[in-house]
T-cell receptor
Framework: GQSLEQPSEVTAVEGAIVQINCTYQTSGFYGLSWYQQHDGGAPTFLSYNALDGLEETGRFSSFLSRSDSYGYLLLQELQMKDSASYFC???????????FGTGTRLQVFP | DAGITQSPRHKVTETGTPVTLRCHQTENHRYMYWYRQDPGHGLRLIHYSYGVKDTDKGEVSDGYSVSRSKTEDFLLTLESATSSQTSVYFCAINPQGWTSTDTQYFGPGTRLTVL
């Protein structure tokens, strides 16, 4: 089966850079996704890594290393609006189901 | 905006009563999903559908059933609600199909409280 571990909480100040890690135990998966969720809101898709390496989308970048069973989301030039929960997710090759991590709550301070 | 709505948005019910949650999409996407979200557990898949009358179980399907008689509607039913089913329920669609980039678009959610 799959399990994805994320830190429960991360704090940072405006303008800083923060990295949210996702480590996983899996027998096989198609790719690593990241979602953002503001309090009271719905999850929204941020990025997807099908292959190892770095994917950049504006201030956000996502990285995957299958050999290390590890990925991360990098947020640069942090803004107050980035305060939210961030979830990593993988699709299990055996069950074809999308499995989410437990989420990391990011708090950005002035 | 993926055109997904959920109803009701909030519901309080009593243990033992049946509850049906509705997910409606406007863009005729084939794949639809129901998740529940609880503190410390992230999002967990309850059931999903890959077409009209085609559904399958997720990882936490016990106590839930689904139906999809039209492409645009995916219903989640709690046959006899229990307090452990108090949660926030999200519907989602994947416009690109099942084995694609895993881009899922979520509805606004339904907050269900079972007393």
């Amino acid at each position: 089966g799959q399990s994805l571990e994320q830190p429960s909480e991360v704090t940072a100040v405006e303008g800083a850079i923060v990295q949210i890690n996702c480590t996983y135990q899996t027998s096989g998966f198609y790719g690593l996704s990241w979602y953002q969720q503001h309090d009271g809101g719905a999850p929204t898709f941020l990025s997807y890594n099908a292959l190892d390496g770095l994917e950049e989308t504006g201030r956000f970048s996502s990285f995957l290393s299958r050999s290390d069973s590890y990925g991360y989301l990098l947020l640069q030039e942090l803004q107050m609006k980035d305060s939210a929960s961030y979830f990593c997710a993988v699709r299990d090759q055996n069950t074809d189901k999308l499995i989410f991590g437990t989420g990391t709550r990011l708090q950005v301070f002035p | 905006d993926a055109g997904i709505t959920q109803s009701p948005r909030h519901k309080v019910t009593e243990t033992g009563t049946p509850v049906t949650l509705r997910c409606h999409q406007t863009e005729n996407h084939r794949y639809m999903y129901w998740y529940r979200q609880d503190p410390g557990h992230g999002l967990r898949l309850i059931h999903y559908s890959y077409g009209v009358k085609d559904t399958d179980k997720g990882e936490v399907s016990d106590g839930y059933s689904v139906s999809r008689s039209k492409t645009e509607d995916f219903l989640l039913t709690l046959e006899s609600a229990t307090s452990s089913q108090t949660s926030v329920y999200f519907c989602a669609i994947n416009p690109q199909g099942w084995t694609s980039t895993d881009t899922q678009y979520f509805g606004p959610g339904t907050r269900l409280t079972v007393l």
